[in-house]
């Protein structure tokens, strides 16, 4: 027979996960890889809610790749039914990006001092890679060129104000959040379901 506190520990599992659906966005920090990322969200969530959250059959997901020297929002999905990350997935970005493409100085010259650098500011779809961006800058220019510094600053319908940074990647601290900042993800995932829909009744008809 289980132990009391086991049996307690799996009624407040039940009741805290159920067809819970969490969306939330969380920093990435530069050079950590996604999948440390989710591992380490996996054992908070774990700990905290004292059971194993896959075994309840929600997954944790990351809605979409982020490249390792990159910084920003990224989105996560808890779920049983994790469809939703699909909607994610395919939203768009923006990224502030430098690049070492060069820089201006006061007298023209390496000895000058500098005095100025500009960041780029890009809007995209799913599925641009700004390394690649940036090369093919360097090389329409007849030169070469690659990124120095990469952070996206909006993820879907979050910015960065909204990310969690690591310190708060807890079980409450994920919940609240998805809570909070539903009025932004529950219209935003309708009006890329939508568009979907109709791009591909558009398609039918050519």
């Not at 996206?152 to 909204?162: A, D, K, S, V």
């Not at 310190?167 to 932004?184: D, G, I, P, V």
């Amino acid at each position: 027979m289980p132990a009391l506190s086991a049996i307690c520990r799996s009624d407040k599992a039940k009741v805290l996960l159920g067809n819970l659906r969490l969306i939330f966005p969380i920093l990435k920090d530069k050079g950590q890889y996604v999948s440390d990322v989710t591992e380490k969200l996996r054992l908070q969530f774990n700990d905290d809610l004292e059971t194993r959250v896959h075994a309840y059959g929600h997954k944790i997901l990351p809605a979409g790749l982020m490249d390792t020297c990159a910084s920003g929002v990224l989105v996560y999905v808890v779920s049983r039914y994790p469809a939703a990350v699909r909607w994610f997935r395919v939203g768009d970005r923006k990224y502030v990006v430098k690049g070492c493409l060069g820089a201006e100085t006061s007298t023209y010259e390496a000895g000058g001092d500098l005095v100025e650098t500009a960041p780029y500011d890009i809007h995209c779809g799913a599925g641009c890679n700004m390394r690649s961006l940036v090369q093919d800058i360097g090389k329409a220019l007849g030169s070469r060129a690659h990124v120095t510094s990469m952070e996206r600053h909006q993820h879907g319908p979050f910015t960065l104000e909204h990310a969690l940074p690591s310190y708060k990647w807890s079980w409450e601290e994920a919940a609240a959040q998805s809570e909070a900042l539903q009025h932004l993800w529950y219209p935003y995932m309708k009006k890329v379901q939508q568009s979907e829909k109709h791009h591909e009744g558009q398609a039918r008809y050519q």
